[in-house]
Each structure stands twice: as structure tokens, then as C-alpha cells.
């Protein structure tokens, strides 16, 4: 079963960075073209960045600038590191394994538990 799991949140003040790492387990599988999500407090999941597997990205006009992401396929870990951040980047944030279906860039697996982002103003 294909299972990815996020670390690397916490509580950071304004203008501070944070590295999110997320790694597959479960199986010998390419992790693939993986996006990040976040959900805020009382908002729905938004998808903010993705990665392909060649290392293309995209990113929400959102975090256009101030995250990016990474991947080391030898360690099957998509990172999204993120700078300058705000306090409106707070929420959980996942990752799931991405495809392109009419357009639009779907999550393919259930989702983990997140990990927790809160920046302070």
C-alpha cells in the first residue's frame, strides 16, 4: 500500500523558514509527481506546489517565490522548502502522489496525517 508520511512542521515566526520532507514507505514504488497541499483552519485543501518526477514544478501564485521544492529520488523524499513565510501559510500540510486528469492535477492516495505549520505575526 502506498503510504506517504510529511515531517518537518512546527511553529516558526514570520519571515522564518521551514523544510518539509515527504517520504514514501510501504513499498518499493517511485514516489512520482507529488504535490503539496495545505489546509487552513476553516478552509478547504489547496494545492500549492508539485513536483514531477523529472523535477518540473509549479507553484500556487500563493508561495510563487518564496517556496520551492526538491526531491531525492534515491531516497524516494519530495522536500518543500519553505521561506519568508506568513502567517497565512499556516495549516497542515500533506502530500500525496498527483495526476493529470482533465486538466486539473488530482491527488492518487489517501491522505496522512499532515504535518502541522503555524507561523506567528
Known amino acids: 500500500q502506498v503510504q506517504l508520511v510529511e515531517s518537518g512542521g512546527g511553529l516558526v515566526q514570520a519571515g522564518g523558514s521551514l523544510r518539509l520532507s515527504c517520504a514514501a514507505s510501504?513499498?518499493?514504488?517511485?514516489?512520482?509527481?507529488t504535490g503539496w497541499y495545505r489546509q487552513a483552519p476553516g478552509k478547504q485543501r489547496e494545492l500549492v506546489a508539485i513536483?514531477?518526477?523529472?523535477?518540473?514544478?509549479n507553484y500556487a501564485d500563493s508561495v510563487q517565490g518564496r517556496f520551492m521544492l526538491s526531491r531525492d529520488n534515491a531516497k524516494n523524499t519530495v522536500y518543500l522548502q519553505m521561506n519568508s513565510l506568513k502567517a497565512e501559510d499556516t495549516g497542515i500540510y500533506y502530500c500525496?502522489?498527483?495526476?493529470?486528469?482533465?486538466?486539473?492535477?488530482?491527488?492518487?492516495?489517501?491522505w496522512g496525517q499532515g504535518t502541522q505549520v503555524t507561523v506567528s505575526s
Open positions: 510501504g513499498g518499493s514504488f517511485s514516489i512520482g509527481t
Open positions: 513536483i514531477t518526477n523529472g523535477g518540473l514544478t
Open positions: 500525496n502522489r498527483v495526476g493529470r486528469y482533465s486538466g486539473s492535477w488530482l491527488p492518487l492516495d489517501g
